[in-house]
Nanobody, 116 residues
C-alpha cells in the first residue's frame, strides 16, 4: 500500500488543521497507520496511530488536542489537530506501523507551520 499525506498549512496558534493520509491498495482496512512529525533539526517522532480495530495511541504532548480517525471506505486516515502550538510546527508524515514503529519507506510529508 502507498500512502500520501496532505492538508498541511500555515495557521495561528490556537487554530486547527486536518491532515489526510490517503492510501492505495485493496487491503487498507487491515493496516495500522501512524502519523509522525519532524521539526527542523530534530529527529522524526511518533505522534499518533490507529490500528485495524480502531485502537488509538497518542504521544502525551498531543493528547486532548489531536484526534486520529480512519475511514476505510475512503482508504484515508485523518489527523485533526486542534489548539495548535508553535511547537507543533513540523513536517508531518504517515506510514504503516507496528505498534508505534514505522514499517515502510517514507513518502512525502505535509508541512504544518504554527505562528505565535
Amino acid at each position: 500500500v502507498q500512502l500520501q499525506a496532505s492538508g498541511g498549512g500555515l495557521v495561528q496558534a490556537g487554530g486547527s488543521l486536518r491532515l489526510s493520509c490517503a492510501a492505495s491498495g485493496r487491503t487498507f482496512s487491515s493496516y495500522s497507520i501512524g502519523w509522525f512529525r519532524q521539526a527542523p533539526g530534530k529527529e522524526r517522532e511518533f505522534v499518533a496511530a490507529i490500528d485495524r480495530y480502531g485502537i488509538i495511541t497518542y504521544i502525551d504532548s498531543v493528547k486532548g488536542r489531536f484526534t486520529i480517525s480512519r475511514d476505510n471506505a475512503k482508504k484515508t486516515v485523518y489527523l485533526l489537530m486542534n489548539s495548535l502550538k508553535p511547537e507543533d510546527t513540523a513536517a508531518y508524515y504517515c506510514n504503516l506501523v507496528l505498534g508505534v514503529q514505522p514499517t515502510d519507506s517514507w513518502g512525502q510529508g505535509t508541512q504544518v507551520t504554527v505562528s505565535s
